[in-house]
């Protein structure tokens, strides 16, 4: 079975420019969760999409936006980019079928770069 | 609000010998989920284990297992027999139980570098 699998792995960006990164889950998972993680702030929940609506969301400015399609496949957008925003971005997905045990299983991340 | 503290930055460990990774949590919540991730240098967060809050059983996956004490609110990763390829930062998290309806967000503490020397 595939695991999850985001595209791209690495990208470069400017300040100011727009990002979109893709996530495509473990076939049959329906949730599907975002994280940020840097080296000064760790490991931050970003938002988690289930049945393609925004189920929670973490403390993050609106610049960050994502949306989840039918396939269960996200993406997350983020808008006018700074510095701060160059990160490693871990999607994961949850398969939700077993009550009490939600465990979710990370893709390989994008590495963003803000120069 | 959840919280997950792990205070070793760094642990060496020799080869074949067995090594606790700490890990102790704070929440309001009755019903929650502890896991344990490790994460090499390429970046990728590979599940190793899982407990639940009701689980009234250590939980075991291989060569590990998770050492729980619920009334001192500590999760610890126990690793026997470390091998080279075990070198990685490992990281402790919780999650609501899904019948709680919280749905899927994860706490992360700090990490903890881990080294297996020869």
């Known amino acids: 079975k595939a695991g999850v699998t985001q595209t791209p792995r690495y990208l470069i960006k400017t300040r100011g420019q727009q990002v979109t990164l893709s996530c495509s889950p473990i076939?049959?998972?329906?949730?599907v969760s975002w994280y940020q993680q840097t080296p000064g702030q760790g490991l931050q929940f970003l938002f988690e999409?289930?049945?393609?609506?925004?189920?929670n969301k973490g403390n993050f400015p609106g610049r960050f936006s994502g949306r989840q399609f039918s396939n269960s496949r996200s993406e997350m957008n983020v808008s006018t980019l700074e510095l701060g925003d160059s990160a490693l971005y871990l999607c994961a997905s949850t398969k939700l079928d077993r009550p009490s045990t939600d465990t979710q299983y990370f893709g390989p991340g994008t590495r963003l770069t803000v120069l | 609000a959840q919280k997950i503290t792990q205070t070793q930055p760094g642990m060496f460990v020799q080869e074949k010998e067995a090594v606790t990774l700490d890990c102790t949590y704070d929440t309001s919540d009755q019903s929650y989920g502890l896991f344990w991730y490790k994460q090499p240098s390429s970046g990728e967060m590979i599940f190793l284990i899982y407990q639940g809050s009701y689980d009234e059983q250590n939980a075991t996956e291989g060569r590990y297992s998770l050492n729980f004490q619920k009334a001192r609110k500590s999760a610890n990763l126990v690793i026997s027999a470390s091998q080279l390829g075990d070198s990685a930062m490992y990281f402790c998290a919780m999650g609501a139980n899904i019948l709680t309806g919280g749905g899927n967000k994860l706490t992360f503490g700090t990490g903890t570098q881990l080294k297996v020397e020869l």
């Open positions: 999409y289930f049945s393609e609506t925004q189920r």
């Open positions: 076939s049959g998972h329906r949730s």
